[in-house]
């Protein structure tokens, strides 16, 4: 097992509050994949308006957890950390499908697995499930790219 806590995780994305949406890393495998958690409460800011009725977390928030899980990933594969010089974009999403509503109280898990790497550019195979539920699933893209 290679857990990360959430202040390793801090260490390798860029996001603080309330743009970090994952809470530990339970494992990840170099060059392969990563399985992460995310904590859902009712404290989160998009759930005032998405909805105030039944409260949902937004799809593309949890498309953004799995790029994040991406993202860590590439970076302990890569055996690096991100610099205040560099960002890791998430570039593209294909065959995006939300099967499950994500509410208040879930525990979103994240598991990301590389496909391929080509010309600086990630592939991954992602899905988002609770309780053994899928929730969400879609191929994304990502690239690491200097900014100085």
Request: contains cysteine; charged residues 25%.
């Amino acid at each position: 097992m290679n857990p990360l806590d959430i202040h390793k995780v801090m260490q390798h994305l860029p996001h603080r509050y309330p743009m970090l949406l994952l809470d530990r890393v339970l494992d990840y495998t170099k060059d392969e994949r990563l399985t992460a958690i995310k904590n859902v409460t009712i404290n989160e800011p998009f759930f005032a308006g998405h909805f105030p009725n039944r409260p949902v977390m937004p799809g593309v928030l949890i498309l953004e957890a799995m790029a994040q899980a991406c993202a860590v990933l590439s970076f302990r594969s890569m055996e690096a950390l991100p610099t205040e010089n560099s960002v890791y974009y998430f570039v593209g999403i294909d065959k995006a499908r939300f099967r499950r509503p994500v509410e208040p109280g879930d525990q979103l898990q994240l598991d990301v697995a590389i496909k391929r790497r080509m010309k600086g550019v990630w592939l991954f195979e992602g899905s988002a499930s609770v309780a053994g539920e899928l929730c969400a699933s879609a191929e994304l893209m990502c690239t690491y790219k200097d900014i100085a």
